[in-house]
């Protein structure tokens, strides 16, 4: 059978995706790049916003008003199942039972919401999007449930996997060429603590970094309060692991941040973020802002714009508060704090932002930094530095090079190297 994957969400979908297509592949399906050739459809969803939930519902509508037969994985599928049968989709499969996904592209299985995710391991083939840079799923779940998040509920729990098995996966990964690996979890920080050997994200980077022909780590998405003080040292220490640090604050007020179940005060959170800063060299910082939770008031909006201006993140994703079914927040708190007001709140916090980025980006004109090359697109290259800073060449340059480059302009969060400047050195 012939088939096309759409994806929607985080990087643990993307991977999550992979892993389908590698099974599917394995057991003599093809999977194809459009649309119209497919006999199939499986659209991976994401549900962790409202406005998410509903792209997957208008695309499910679509594709099955034009003839296509569809099936839904991912937390929309984990969590809406009795709400998607009624769209007369071919099966419905849980997060958690991906590996199931032959069986229901066969026709075996309607609907599986079981959890088998301990059966995904290094040995589970993978049809992987990029040829140099690799996503690991090293913790799967969240214990966390913070009031508005859908993420405990569709995901589970937190479940590590075994590091010896995550090890013997990076080195295949080096045996076939890759350079570089990012090492995903809801709470990748957490990594370990339910395996209670001694097992952190900290052994895992330090471990890893050691493998012969991985040039580059990466990390995401940390929680503040499970970040360690080992993490922090191991990151500082060893030159192969990315200095950026994706850590979501959320609000930046203390009433907010309890209403939220977030369990740190702002004051803790930026206590972390400038114990990085001071430990790890050439460190940045990226994070999460939601704006308009239930009862935020002008004054906690003024604190979540004072914590912006003080952590001074290199890159920062802003959403509006949207209720998740199921969730604490959508069972207990109004959403009473108007769009209009969202959205108002929204733009001063991405002009302050955007004026931030701007001055962390002008500092590098003219300067010298090394970048690995990601992808290629119309005769320009792409490229990351050590602290997540995008730079585009232009010139087309092999995936996986490590090129240093001189800065000469940026543009929309894109700093801008041109190929005079190039050097390639192994």
């Not at 079981?114 to 059966?119: G, L, N, Q």
């Amino acid at each position: 059978m012939k088939v096309f994957f759409k994806t929607y969400g985080c990087q643990m979908n993307i991977h999550d995706s992979e892993i389908m297509k590698g099974l599917l592949k394995e057991a003599g399906h093809e999977i194809v790049d459009k649309i119209e050739d497919s006999d199939l459809v499986v659209v991976n969803t994401c549900a962790v916003r409202r406005k998410s939930e509903n792209k997957v519902y208008s695309l499910i509508g679509r594709l099955k008003k034009g003839g296509h037969k569809v099936g839904v994985t991912g937390c929309v599928a984990q969590g809406m199942s009795e709400k998607l049968s009624n769209y007369g989709v071919e099966f419905i499969l849980g997060t958690r039972a991906i590996g199931s996904i032959v069986s229901a592209v066969e026709g075996l299985k309607k609907i599986d919401l079981e959890d088998r995710i301990s059966e995904i391991d290094s040995q589970t083939p993978v049809l992987r999007n990029q040829k140099k840079h690799a996503w690991v799923n090293i913790i799967a779940g969240c214990d966390k449930f913070c009031t508005y998040c859908i993420v405990p509920y569709t995901r589970g729990r937190e479940l590590s996997r075994p590091l010896s098995d995550v090890i013997n996966e990076v080195i295949m990964l080096a045996k076939n060429g890759y350079k570089q690996v990012t090492f995903l979890g809801q709470n990748v920080d957490s990594y370990g603590k339910d395996l209670k050997d001694g097992t952190s994200l900290a052994k895992l980077l330090e471990l890893s970094q050691a493998i012969d022909g991985i040039e580059r780590f990466w990390f995401l998405t940390s929680y503040p309060s499970d970040i360690s003080s080992d993490l922090i040292k191991v990151v500082g220490k060893y030159p192969k692991i990315s200095k950026n640090f994706h850590i979501p604050a959320q609000s930046g007020s203390n009433r907010i941040l309890k209403k939220m179940n977030r369990r740190y005060t702002r004051e803790e959170y930026l206590e972390i973020v400038e114990k990085i800063k001071k430990e790890v060299e050439n460190s940045s910082i990226g994070g999460d802002i939601i704006v308009g939770f239930p009862d935020e008031n002008d004054d906690d909006f003024e604190e979540t714009l004072d914590l912006v201006k003080r952590v001074r993140y290199i890159r920062l994703n802003v959403a509006p508060y949207s209720p998740r079914p199921g969730t604490v927040a959508a069972k207990y708190y109004e959403d009473n704090v108007p769009f209009n007001v969202k959205k108002t709140r929204m733009s001063r916090l991405n002009e302050i932002q955007h004026s931030i980025e701007k001055e962390l980006n002008e500092a590098l004109i003219n300067k010298e930094v090394e970048i690995m090359i990601e992808n290629t697109a119309r005769k320009v290259s792409y490229g990351r530095t050590i602290d997540n800073r995008m730079v585009a060449v232009d010139e087309i340059i092999p995936e996986g090079e490590m090129i240093r480059v001189r800065i000469e302009d940026f543009k929309f969060g894109t700093l801008y190297a041109s190929s005079r400047r190039v050097s390639i050195f192994a």
